[in-house]
């Protein structure tokens, strides 16, 4: 029993995958235009659909808003009934159908061309009368549902809502949307404040571990035990020449008995990793983790030293 639903759940998402597959085989000069259509709009774009399509139109719509491209969804049936007065002629309506027939999506198409509505199809049949009179028709076919009979919109809504998705992405690279355009637009919860969180918030900038290029090790084991497992080891100019952490002195006390007249310089990381106050913190995680690391030096442009920032005070901010 427990293998024959596991075969049904996985002979589902197979059917989709493959649905998903072709999709992207049949991909061509129609989605290019669909996207360069929308990014060089001076409006909005208008999401319609009705049943599950409706369904699917009201995610893309949110997709594409919280990717920064301006979207409503309306709903075929409202439109007619006075909500097609949100349209405006500088607008893009991506209209989504399986049959592409639909009695409450044509009226709606006919209304958008008279008022010289751009109009993008996401059909199931390019060969309906939404496939063939939208300005551009993007392929939505699918071979067969993965519901017993066709009876469930299943494949035919995956296909859909991945469409979607591509024009979305492919708006957002068009349009050179970035980390900090998202961070705007999503400041609430733990992703703005991972996108929002600047190197500066949390770096520290009092009493930092520093010691002259003359140090001992005995002096810097000192800086280690006060200042949480790095010191810098700095030059006359506040420019930072290497840093030693707690890592390097265990290291050193492997093999070395007497450590504490060795000079730090001797003992150093003369090319340190750093990075700059104004860097997203996500990035000074991003570093530490590659690198092994749980600290580094903050430098600002002329290259003196501003601050240390600690990967556990990044947690604590919620970006790590």
């Known amino acids: 029993m427990k293998a024959d639903i596991l075969a049904r759940g996985r002979r589902v998402l197979e059917q989709e995958r493959e649905a998903l597959g072709e999709a992207g085989l049949r991909l061509g000069e129609e ?6 259509m929308i ?3 001076n409006g909005r774009v208008i999401v319609c659909g009705v049943g599950k399509s409706g369904l699917i139109g009201r995610k893309i719509a949110a997709t594409l808003t919280s990717t920064g491209t301006p979207a409503v969804f309306l709903h075929a049936s409202d439109s007619l009934h006075g909500d097609l007065g949100i349209v405006g002629k500088s607008d893009v309506a991506i209209l989504i159908s399986k049959s592409g027939e639909s009695e409450e999506l044509l009226p709606l198409l006919e209304h958008l061309k008279r008022i010289g509505v751009s109009t993008i199809a996401i059909a199931g049949e390019r060969n309906s009368t939404l496939g063939t009179h939208a300005d551009v028709t993007i392929d939505a076919s699918v071979a067969e549902e993965a519901s017993p009979h ?7 809504t995956t296909v859909s809502l991945a469409l979607g998705d591509a ?3 492919a708006l957002l690279e068009e349009k050179g949307f970035g980390a900090e355009d998202f961070a705007r637009i999503h400041p609430g919860g733990a992703l703005g404040r991972r996108l929002l969180t600047r190197v500066r918030d949390v770096m520290v900038t009092d009493s930092l571990p520093v010691l002259p290029p003359t140090a001992t090790v005995r002096e810097a084991i000192v800086e280690l035990a006060e200042r949480r497992g790095i010191v810098m ?3 006359h100019a506040s420019k930072v020449i290497g840093v030693m952490t707690a890592g390097d002195l265990a290291r050193l006390m492997e093999r070395d008995a007497d450590v504490m007249t060795i000079r730090v310089t001797d003992v150093m990381t003369s090319s340190p990793r750093i990075i700059g106050p104004d860097e997203l913190g996500s990035a000074a995680v991003h570093v530490m983790e590659q690198q092994g690391i749980m600290a580094m030096p903050v430098l600002a442009q002329d290259g003196s030293l501003v601050g240390v ?3 556990h005070d990044l947690m604590r901010a919620g970006v790590a």
């Open 309 to 311: 920032v600690h990967l």
């Open 150 to 156: 066709g009876l469930a919109p299943t494949t035919s």
């Open 39 to 41: 990014a060089t709009s």
């Open 31 to 36: 989605f290019v235009t669909a996207v360069q």
């Open 167 to 169: 024009l979305a992405i």
């Open 233 to 235: 080891i700095v030059d």
